[in-house]
Every structure is written in structure tokens, then in C-alpha cells.
């Protein structure tokens, strides 16, 4: 009997991951079909993505993508780690109403947060237009621009606004691990602030600041829906380029460049899981 209950578990386990892992295996190997069909295999080919790399529109999406999640997480990652900090120093009765206020983002839906952050930007926009034309009127010497529209900048401002929670939650957990003598007895001998944060804060956290900060460039590269609510017309991301072709006919470069974007992902976390290990194996040495 149990050993029957533990070939149904396996069974059903496997299906579970036939049925999310199969159509991204299809999708991996008609990639490199020699023809456009996604259903007839007629030979391996690189053509596909060879016409990937000369597509401008791809290319631009691609570029818009890497700058804005690399400077996302850049800046997600200081602020999260010194509001990680603020929170750590706080008292647990005001600590955890705000901490709890950091996870609603995360457990939010993404249309609700792109929305409510679209809406936000453009009241925003309509206040420094009110603002901007008074200023201009009033004077001469310096011209404001009056109209704002959605773009780079905010597309920018909302991946920092959801990475951050992210990060707090990545780092928070290290500040509790970290003893808390260390710092008192660095400014004992002589440390400013800055330098125990250099010298003693920042070594103990740094797997968490990594952790977070990987976590983050993950979240950004492959997010759609709050992109999609705040990028306007003059910018676009990769997710939202792909989002655009699949509405006319599914172009095998779909394939080539999904492949890719999964092998992405598939490395960071690999990278995230190996950190974790080693740490862990550190951990367990210095504990023995």
C-alpha cells in the first residue's frame, strides 16, 4: 500500500512537470527548425536566430530592457538595503506594520499596481502641467516643459517600486542573523558609523544584498503588465515587443528569443541556488 502511494505520488509529480516543462521544451527546439512551421520539424537550422539579432525592433527592445533593469536594480538594491537597515533599527510594534506595508506589493496583483501607478503618473503630469504654465507665465528666463508623458523615466520609476520590497525582504533576514555586538564594539574601536557599516554590516549581509539584487534583475527583465501600464508609446520593452508580434502571426524568432530569455533566467537562478549552497556549506563550518 504505501509502496503504491508513493508510485502515485512520483506519477502525479511527473505529469505536474510534463505539463509545465513540455510546451517550453517544444517551444526550445522549434527554435531551431529549419522552417517556420511550429508543428513540422524540416531540419536544424540557427537561421531564426541569425534573423533575431537583425531585427531592429527586437534589438531596441532588447537594449530599453537591459538598461532599465540594470539601473533598476542598481538603485533598487541601495535603497532596499538601507531601508532594510532603517527597519532593522526600528522597534518591532513599528517595525512590523511597515514591514507588512513592504509585502503588499509583492502579493498585489501586477494589474492592479500598474494601473494605480499609470493613473498616478498622470495625475502627476496634469499638476506640473498646472504648475509649469504658471512658472513659465510668471517669467521669462527659464521655460519649463509643460507636457509629460510616459516613457523611459517612468517605466524606470516602477521597476525601482516593485524591486525595492524584494530586496528589504532578501536582506532584512541577514540583519537579523548578523550579531548585533558587532557594531557597537567597531565604533568602540574607533569606527565612525560609515566605516562598521563598511567594514562590519556590509560583509555580513552582502549574500542577502546579492540574493536581492539578482532577485530584483529577474523580477524586472521578465515583467509585462506594470511595463506595459507605464511605458507610454516612446518606450517598450522585450516582454511588450513579444506581446505585440504574437498578436499577428507567431514568427519561429518568438522561439529563438523566448529560448534565450528562459536560458537567462534558468543561469541567474542557478547562480541564486549555488550562492545559497555555498553558504550554507560556510555556515555549517564555521557552526562545527
Known amino acids: 500500500m504505501k509502496r503504491k502511494g508513493t508510485f502515485l505520488s512520483r506519477l502525479f509529480m511527473a505529469l505536474v512537470f510534463v505539463f509545465l516543462y513540455a510546451p517550453i521544451a517544444l517551444l526550445i527546439i522549434f527554435s531551431f527548425n529549419a522552417g517556420s512551421s511550429n508543428t513540422v520539424w524540416k531540419g536544424f537550422?540557427?537561421?531564426?536566430?541569425?534573423?533575431?539579432f537583425h531585427n531592429r525592433l527586437i534589438m531596441q527592445s532588447v537594449y530599453t530592457t537591459l538598461l532599465v533593469s540594470l539601473l533598476a536594480t542598481v538603485i533598487a538594491t541601495v535603497a532596499g538595503t538601507f531601508a532594510a537597515i532603517g527597519f532593522y533599527a526600528m522597534?518591532?510594534?513599528?517595525?512590523?506594520?511597515?514591514?507588512?506595508?513592504?509585502?503588499i506589493p509583492m502579493m498585489n496583483a501586477d494589474i492592479v499596481t500598474g494601473v494605480s501607478l499609470c493613473l498616478f503618473f498622470v495625475a502627476v503630469f496634469n499638476g506640473w502641467h498646472g504648475f509649469a504654465v504658471w512658472f513659465n507665465q510668471a517669467q521669462r528666463l527659464f521655460i519649463l516643459e509643460e507636457n509629460l508623458h510616459l516613457g523611459f523615466g517612468t517605466l524606470l520609476i516602477a521597476h525601482i517600486g516593485f524591486n525595492i520590497p524584494y530586496v528589504i525582504l532578501s536582506v532584512g533576514p541577514k540583519l537579523r542573523q548578523m550579531d548585533k555586538n558587532l557594531v557597537d564594539a567597531a565604533q568602540d574601536l574607533g569606527c565612525t558609523w560609515m566605516q562598521a557599516f563598511r567594514k562590519v554590516i556590509l560583509p555580513e549581509i552582502m549574500p542577502g544584498i546579492v540574493s536581492g539584487a539578482l532577485t530584483a534583475f529577474t523580477m524586472s527583465i521578465d515583467d509585462f503588465v506594470i511595463s506595459y501600464f507605464t511605458a507610454g508609446s516612446s518606450a517598450s520593452t522585450l516582454a511588450m515587443t513579444i506581446y505585440g508580434m504574437t498578436k499577428k502571426r507567431v514568427s519561429p524568432q518568438i522561439n529563438a528569443i523566448s529560448?534565450?530569455?528562459?536560458?537567462?533566467?534558468?543561469?541567474?537562478?542557478?547562480?541564486?541556488?549555488?550562492r545559497e549552497a555555498r553558504q550554507e556549506r560556510l555556515s555549517a563550518r564555521r557552526a562545527g
Open 259 to 274: 529560448t534565450l530569455l528562459f536560458l537567462t533566467v534558468l543561469i541567474l537562478l542557478a547562480i541564486v541556488n549555488l
Open 91 to 103: 522597534r518591532r510594534r513599528v517595525r512590523q506594520p511597515l514591514m507588512t506595508v513592504n509585502n
Open 45 to 52: 537550422s540557427l537561421d531564426w536566430y541569425g534573423k533575431l
